[in-house]
């Protein structure tokens, strides 16, 4: 089955020691998102790729970087993660960059930070 | 500001009954999509419903239906006939249309009573 598919499930990191997430997808979607879920709040946008180009939203701590190296691969890099950037982290794609585009998402790789 | 607003944390309904899931919204668009998303414990989020605001017929998808209101800025969901496999977190999200960026509402939590 075509799918998202985010590694590893759960991802303990020390505070300060750089860490990476990562996404793949068989949708052949041109579109990758990261969104940030912390506990019973809203799923933030973080920033998404179009195709190559990246687009990254204005409020995202510089802390936090994206790689997209082909259609099927993203990977959330955290430079030096502290304590608030706890959460759960959501992958997601859509065909096109359009209202009308539903997202497909993974399962999440929930991030503890010691 | 445009904002989801989801004023139930939480809800319960019996197996079999039906569930209503309010949603709140404010914009000053007159064009935009609604969607639910429903996020099982451990498992992907995944589209429910989604309806197109110019479009006045209420989108229905099986058990699930939305009671859309333009005027009033509501987009309720009722789950009718729930099942145990109706357990998750609900989340609202608007997006205008022309745009990719979601914005969600802070999710309900629906529990199904055998």
């Known amino acids: 089955d075509a799918m998202v598919i985010q590694n590893p499930r759960y991802q303990v990191t020390q505070f300060g020691k750089p860490v990476t997430l990562s996404c793949s997808q068989t949708l052949n979607h041109n579109v990758m998102y990261w969104y940030q879920q912390k506990s019973s709040q809203a799923p933030k946008l973080l920033f998404h790729y179009y195709d190559k180009d990246f687009n990254n939203e204005a409020d995202t701590p510089d802390n936090f970087q994206s790689r997209r190296p082909n259609t099927s691969f993203c990977f959330l890099d955290i430079r030096s993660p502290g304590l608030g950037d706890a959460a759960m982290y959501l992958c997601?794609?859509?065909?096109?960059?359009?209202?009308?585009?539903?997202?497909?998402f993974g399962n999440g790789t929930r991030l503890t930070v010691t | 500001a445009q904002t989801v607003t989801q004023s139930q944390p939480e809800m319960s309904v019996q197996e079999a009954e039906t569930v209503t899931l309010s949603c709140t919204y404010d914009t000053s668009e007159s064009d935009y999509y609604l969607f639910w998303y429903k996020q099982p414990p451990s498992r992907q989020m995944i589209l429910v419903i989604r309806?197109?605001?110019?479009?006045?017929q209420n989108a229905t998808e099986n058990r699930f239906s939305v009671n859309f209101q333009k005027a009033a800025k509501s987009f309720s969901l009722k789950i009718s006939d729930s099942q145990l496999g109706d357990a998750a977190m609900y989340f609202c999200a608007y997006t205008p249309s022309g745009t990719y960026k979601y914005i969600f509402g802070t999710g309900t939590r629906l529990k199904v009573l055998a």
């Open positions: 997601a794609t859509s065909r096109k960059r359009t209202a009308n585009s539903p997202l497909h």
């Open positions: 309806q197109e605001a110019y479009k006045q």
